[in-house]
């Protein structure tokens, strides 16, 4: 059975920090892309960040460019996002996901995680 389980979620004043985790269970993670995805009250779900299997690749949505930084460790099963200076427009679910594609397409991903709340006050 295929898992992905977040954890690192929760409600942080702007400008702080926080870093989700994603382990994985059920599949082989190695082969994995990773990515993270999230979704606002009312707005459909967007892509924030993925990083290739091998670690050597990653990209980023413009709007978390130079404050979040997507990684992983693939003994560990695990990815990471850690996110600086959060602003209150980085509010959402976060949702890590999987796939053996090389995409931010959301459709292409093909396990996800449950998700975890970030709330970011001003």
């Known amino acids: 059975q295929v898992r992905l389980v977040e954890s690192g979620g929760g409600s942080v004043q702007a400008g702080g920090s926080l870093r989700l985790s994603c382990t994985v269970s059920g599949r082989t993670f190695s082969k994995d892309t990773m990515g993270w995805f999230r979704q606002a009250p009312g707005k459909e779900r967007e892509f924030v960040a993925t990083?290739?299997?091998?670690?050597?690749?990653?990209y980023y949505t413009e709007s978390v460019r130079g404050r979040f930084t997507i990684s992983r460790d693939n003994p560990r099963n695990t990815a990471y996002l850690q996110m600086n200076n959060l602003q209150r427009e980085d509010t959402a679910i976060y949702y890590c996901?999987?796939?053996?594609?090389?995409?931010?397409?959301?459709?292409?991903?093909?396990?996800w995680g449950r998700g975890t709340q970030v709330t970011v006050s001003s």
């Open positions: 996901a999987a796939t053996w594609l090389w995409t931010v397409d959301p459709a292409n991903y093909d396990a």
């Open positions: 990083i290739s299997s091998n670690a050597e690749n990653t």
